[in-house]
């Protein structure tokens, strides 16, 4: 009930997959067997496809349409494999905001922006359930708990070449 009660009062960015964690798939990328397999070791069903970098998401792929595809015609691109819509929430929007637009929209996926409309991180439907139960939902591909404090830590050396400078 608590968290229910508090559940208003929470901002999308409290919650959300932070940039650096995002796993994504370039318009491009051809999905043979290699790249089919580097998705589904992820755990995620679902991955922003991008042109060029994270701030051009043009569509979403879903694991589950990987799996019509025709073994017996030529691969195909993540392009034309991908769902064009994209949902967008900013940064700054409540909780229940995010849970009314994902039973209006029925996606469950959105892209977080902030004013300026620069990816800052990824909304999933879960991620509103598990704060408005506050209890973690658990899957087999979950390998960590928080994947904010994984961030924190920088696993993938974002922004951090080796002449590097923080001002």
């Known amino acids: 009930i608590r968290h229910g009660l508090q559940f208003d009062d929470i901002e999308v960015s409290a919650i959300m997959t932070p940039a650096s964690m995002i796993d994504t798939i370039d318009k491009r990328e051809m999905l043979g ?4 397999d580097d998705l589904h070791k992820t755990g995620h069903n679902r991955f922003p496809v991008i042109d060029q970098d994270l701030n051009h998401v043009i569509g979403i792929l879903h694991i589950r349409d990987l799996l019509v595809l025709d073994p017996g015609k030529r691969t195909t691109t993540a392009e034309k494999a ?16 995010a849970l009314s637009a994902f039973l209006r929209t029925h996606h469950h996926l959105f892209v977080v922006v902030n004013e300026f409309r620069e990816t800052v991180g990824l909304l999933s439907l879960e991620d509103v359930i598990e704060a408005l139960t506050g209890h973690k939902i658990v899957d087999e591909f979950d390998a960590h708990d928080d994947l904010r404090q994984v961030a924190a830590h920088n696993p993938r050396g974002n922004n951090h070449p080796p002449q590097h400078t923080d001002v």
């Not at 067997?33 to 089919?36: F, G, K």
């Not at 991908?82 to 905001?97: A, K």
């Open 33 to 36: 067997p290699l790249v089919l």
């Open 82 to 97: 991908m769902e064009p819509r994209v949902f967008y929430i900013r940064e700054d929007q409540t909780l229940g905001h």
